[in-house]
């Protein structure tokens, strides 16, 4: 729930950067002390949160004048950069290329609405907030969301893959289980329910045979709504009671703007009937087609995909004795080379506005599997394709079929549009209902092609 909230902030923090591009450059930052520096981190600010000054950047302080939470704070998002640094097979410069920015925010339903933008994280907490409550898992997920919006060995690794729908929230909450070592992830403040607290167990394999029901856009909301009815009087805090019924509302909203858009033949796309929600997933209920042949995969909620995938290795891990998703990552990275990078375009883009180009890089993820399993010896090899049968993976070569072929066209608009906000601000180029317009077209060239 927190990181559909997240996914839905990330894209508008993409674009509200890169249209800030445009306008004169900010005065340089301030010099951030020994110990900010040491973590990777620019700033430290927390608002509206007891024990800490609102307002006030305890990196521009003294590292001598830190109070014990700050020094606190710092200590444990130092050891979450290292070992994601490490994770990555890189060091913490290459990794951090860009210092991040942290900043706490009082807000009253709680860590829910965390999310990164390019400048760094926003984690919600409730006022009353202490260390003890620091949500490592949220931050190290939020943060790799933040890695992908900067320079740096993680962009680079995932290049040509950041919106791959078994990536884009799964891979996140992967390095986020593999560096605590969890395939839990603990989600929620310490006086919720543990059905809300906690994300996935640990014992049943996760497979992409379940229920399209599953992976399908409410499937985030349902499982809180689950919990939720599940609940004895006696467990509802004030906090517990707050999430779910914001969660109902949101739920209830979203029904109908889906309703609505069916109405209105907005889309072409799997409905989420009963009937249909039961039966075995099939990547091709998360097509979303829209009008001008613009295709997404949205009919699925892409924060799902990280079931399938942590489970796949953590169960691996179980049969072979030994952590492979650093293994997993080099592969990833060792093929990011060759990605088809375009150069695009809007065909009616003049001097005037809309003539910002933009290049977008795509590839297939199943080869950086392939390699994974090559890397193995015959008997982890048996191995993994014990646990990719158990995870019904034949499907995700389906679903990674579907993003190299179908959401291609999608992906050139996305990248154009962030690089031209006035024009799409004039056509509004974003919205499903432009996609066939004539001022929306974007022409692409290939640039890059390298094969291996
Ligand atoms: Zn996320």
Redesign the pocket.
């Known amino acids: 729930m927190k990181?559909?909230i997240?996914?839905f902030l990330?894209i508008t923090g993409l674009s509200l950067s890169q249209a800030s591009a445009l306008e004169p450059r900010r005065p340089p930052p301030h010099v951030e002390n020994e110990l900010c520096k040491k973590a990777s981190v620019s700033r430290i600010q927390a608002d509206g949160v007891s024990g800490f000054d609102s307002g006030k950047n305890y990196c521009a302080e003294p590292s001598k004048n830190l109070p014990m939470n700050v020094l606190g704070l710092l200590k444990k998002v130092e050891g979450i950069h290292l070992k994601i640094a490490s994770l990555l097979g890189s060091t913490l410069e290459q990794t951090f290329v860009r210092p991040v920015e942290i900043r706490i925010e009082a807000y009253s339903s709680g860590s829910m609405a965390s999310?990164?933008s390019d400048e760094g994280i926003h984690l919600t907490v409730l006022p009353s907030w202490q260390l003890s409550d620091f949500a490592s898992m949220v931050y190290a997920?939020?943060i790799?969301?933040y890695l992908s919006l900067n320079p740096g060995s993680f962009s680079r690794t995932i290049r040509g893959l950041d919106h791959h729908p078994f990536f884009?929230?799964a891979l996140?909450?992967l390095i986020s289980t593999a560096i605590f070592d969890s395939p839990q992830m603990k989600v929620g403040e310490r006086e919720l329910p543990t059905c809300l607290r906690i994300q996935r167990d640990e014992s049943p394999i996760k497979s992409l045979k379940a229920p399209f029901q599953n992976y399908y856009a409410f499937a985030g909301s349902d499982s809180v709504l689950n919990c939720c009815a599940k609940l004895r009087p006696s467990d509802f805090g004030d906090l517990a009671a707050k999430v779910c019924r914001e969660t109902k509302d949101d739920r209830s909203e979203a029904n109908r703007a889906r309703r609505s858009a069916e109405a209105e033949k907005t889309f072409q796309a799997s409905a989420y009937t009963d009937a249909n929600l039961q039966t075995s997933f099939s990547p091709t209920q998360c097509r979303k087609g829209y009008l001008g042949g613009v295709t997404t995969l949205e009919n699925c909620d892409f924060?799902q995909f990280a079931h399938p995938l942590v489970s796949f290795f953590f169960r691996l891990k179980k049969l072979t004795g030994r952590p492979l998703v650093s293994s997993f990552l080099k592969a990833v990275r060792d093929r990011s080379e060759t990605s088809v990078v375009f150069d695009c375009g809007y065909v009616r883009g003049t001097r005037d506005s809309g003539d910002e180009r933009a290049q977008v890089a795509l590839r297939p993820l199943l080869p950086s599997f392939v390699a994974l399993r090559e890397s193995l010896g015959p008997l982890d090899q048996k191995s993994f394709d014990q646990a990719w049968k158990e995870h019904g993976m034949e499907r995700f070569v389906d679903l990674d079929h579907l993003f190299r072929t179908e959401t291609e066209e999608w992906e050139k608009r996305f990248a154009v549009q962030a690089n031209n906000s006035l024009y799409n601000s004039r056509f509004h180029c974003e919205n499903s209902a432009n996609f066939a317009q004539e001022a929306c077209r974007v022409s692409c060239q290939i640039v890059e092609k390298k094969q291996r």
């Open positions: 990181n559909q997240a996914a990330i999310y990164a997920h939020e790799m969301h884009f929230e996140p909450d924060h």
